[in-house]
């Protein structure tokens, strides 16, 4: 069965960084847009960042733009989030999220097929 499993959460300062991964099984992990969504307490689903099945293209929310870089293993079927300049308002659960087909065309939460349990990021200030 399909599975993420994700790992590198934790408690930083602000301007602090933190690497999320995602480990990736149960799916052709090399034919699937990958991304990385995250959901504050009282607020809704954000997209964050996507990349495409290759790697060659990726995709950022606004919010993220400059200071996150999402990157994949296609050989080891692992995603990874690398977070810079963290701010309080980063804080949330953080979900590594697939979705069907080599390009992703956006960031986006109404599209996923699969996501995992989440891993907990707090920025305090």
């Known amino acids: 069965q399909v599975q993420l499993v994700e790992s590198g959460g934790g408690s930083v300062q602000a301007g602090g960084a933190l690497r999320l991964s995602c480990a990736a099984s149960?799916?052709?992990?090399?034919?699937?847009?990958m991304g990385w969504f995250r959901q504050a307490p009282g607020k809704e689903r954000e997209g964050v960042a996507r990349?495409?099945?290759?790697?060659?293209?990726?995709y950022y929310a606004d919010s993220v733009k400059g200071r996150f870089t999402i990157s994949r293993d296609n050989a080891k079927n692992t995603l990874s989030l690398q977070m810079n300049s963290l701010k309080p308002e980063d804080t949330a659960m953080y979900y590594c999220?697939?979705?069907?087909?080599?390009?992703?065309?956006?960031?986006?939460?109404?599209?996923?097929?699969?996501w995992g349990k989440g891993t907990l990021v707090t920025i305090s200030s």
């Open positions: 149960g799916y052709t992990f090399s034919t699937y847009c």
């Open positions: 990349i495409s099945a290759s790697g060659t293209f990726t």
């Open positions: 999220e697939a979705k069907a087909g080599r390009l992703c065309g956006g960031v986006g939460v109404s599209d996923m097929d699969y």
